[in-house]
């Protein structure tokens, strides 16, 4: 594809990212601390709503590989998921104060429900389009970087809300809303605009329920998906915790905070062609897992960094550098996996694998929000009192923001490390599938 096409198919992630970024790193904090939400209810309604896609993601993958239309497999879902994704983050981000747990289940499930359609179609869709092993790098690279600059862009909302105009921290929180609000459907025309889908490939099976069994047997199938819970968990308990480390432990109010997370995405999308590199010399797999040592180290030495801000400024971009490399290289794995599984099953499983690995992120996220909540209400540990904390909940929240994330990247990169699906093993499964697809066609 023309790097152009390319560009424009991966703008929707720009407002998928938007939307889901905050939800995990903004949200909490701010319906705790403005809203004054309790710290048990933000938790109960955030880990509630994982239990809601442990089996809403792969049934929409199961009828994603079922579906069959004149548009294609993936973009009728793609499509439909936008407006519901809009609703759900215009009552989140502009939520007012006396909203309790339910409100925010109720809008996360239809949030997540919107955002699911979207992103899964949307990362289903791309696997089609690229089918060799370096081009899914490509595309996915492109992917990532959009991504992030879809990240950076919501999190500049409230800086640039509260030092350009003054507002207050509620202010660029419903900024962030509106962004998402007016780029979701702009993007999704241009996605449409820039490519078609594929035709489905003749196979000699329909996808089933049980099959989402039988792909949990798959070795290749469960290192990816076991990376992907801990680098995502990883990056949503820093995500969780960001605020309430800066403000409470560092001192460092919530703006300069914010600063410092886009200076984290600014080092990710820096990173993200460096890892791309990386990954067509020495494979997919080793990439990821050197960057995941590289984000364990990074992230500890916050904790042995000194309260400096221009050294907190650093040390939040060379954190970022690795991050970049899980995302990129796991959805580039996953289409990978999609081929091995085909060749061997006679099946087209994309949307359902695609499904596990959007599931697990959302595992991952779980965990992260609702884990981390908890434990800082077992602890004591009050929002409102920021540095007047016990020490006790201080110290805990220091060593979950800075050991917790490093053990769960050195977890991916050792789980990753075994991953056996090479370039030249993906080149032999890809030439065997035309052999067969031109046998079925001819």
């Not at 040390?315 to 794995?333: C, D, E, R």
Request: net charge positive; hydrophobic share 55%.
């Amino acid at each position: 594809m023309p790097l152009w096409r390319v560009l424009a198919f991966a703008t929707p992630t720009i407002p998928l990212a938007a939307m889901l970024m905050p939800v995990t790193a903004y949200l909490p904090n701010y319906y705790a601390q403005d809203l004054k939400v309790d710290l048990a209810e933000l938790a109960w309604a955030f880990m509630a709503v994982r239990f809601f896609d442990l089996w809403f993601d792969p049934a929409l993958g199961l009828l994603m590989d079922r579906t069959r239309s004149r548009w294609g497999r993936f973009r009728p879902w793609f499509v439909v998921g936008a407006p519901i994704a809009m609703l759900a983050t215009y009552m989140l981000f502009m939520a007012e104060a006396g909203i309790g747990g339910g409100y925010i289940l109720l809008w996360l499930v239809v949030g997540f429900s919107g955002q699911s359609m979207s992103q899964l179609g949307h990362m289903a869709w791309a696997a089609t389009v690229a089918p060799g092993y370096d081009e899914r790098s490509r595309i996915y690279g492109w992917w990532q970087a959009l991504t992030v600059g879809g990240m950076i862009a919501i999190l500049l909302m409230p800086p640039l809300v509260k030092f350009g105009f003054g507002g207050d921290f509620a202010t660029g929180i419903r900024a962030m809303g509106w962004f998402t609000i007016i780029a979701l459907p702009l993007t999704t025309l241009l996605a449409l605009f820039a490519t078609g889908e594929p035709p489905v490939k003749p196979h000699h099976e329909t996808p089933r329920l049980a099959h989402f069994v039988a792909m949990l047997r798959r070795g290749s199938v469960l290192r990816v998906l076991a990376a992907d819970i801990c680098w995502g968990t990883a990056l949503s308990v820093s995500g969780t915790l960001l605020f309430f480390f800066f403000d409470a432990v560092r001192g460092i109010e919530r703006g300069m905070a914010g600063l410092m997370l886009i200076v984290f995405f600014v080092g990710a999308l820096a990173g993200a062609p460096i890892w791309r590199i990386v990954a067509r010399r020495l494979g997919k797999h080793r990439a990821m897992a050197i960057a995941g040592v590289c984000w364990a180290i990074m992230q500890v030495s916050v904790f042995v960094a000194p309260n400096v801000l221009w050294i907190g400024f650093l040390t939040m971009f060379l954190a970022g550098l690795p991050y970049a490399s899980g995302p990129i290289m796991l959805k580039a794995m996953m289409a990978d996996v999609a081929d091995e599984e085909r060749l061997e099953s006679g099946a087209d499983r994309t949307g359902l694998l695609f499904s596990l690995l959007t599931g697990s992120i959302k595992i991952g996220s779980m965990l992260a929000v609702g884990g981390s909540l908890f434990l800082l209400k077992e602890v004591g540990f009050v929002a409102e009192l920021s540095g007047a904390n016990s020490p006790k909940a201080l110290l805990t929240l220091q060593l979950m923001f800075c050991f917790g994330p490093a053990a769960l990247a050195l977890a991916a990169a050792w789980l990753i490390h075994g991953y056996r699906l090479d370039a030249a093993a993906h080149a032999d499964i890809r030439r065997q599938l035309d052999a067969r697809d031109d046998a079925a066609t001819g």
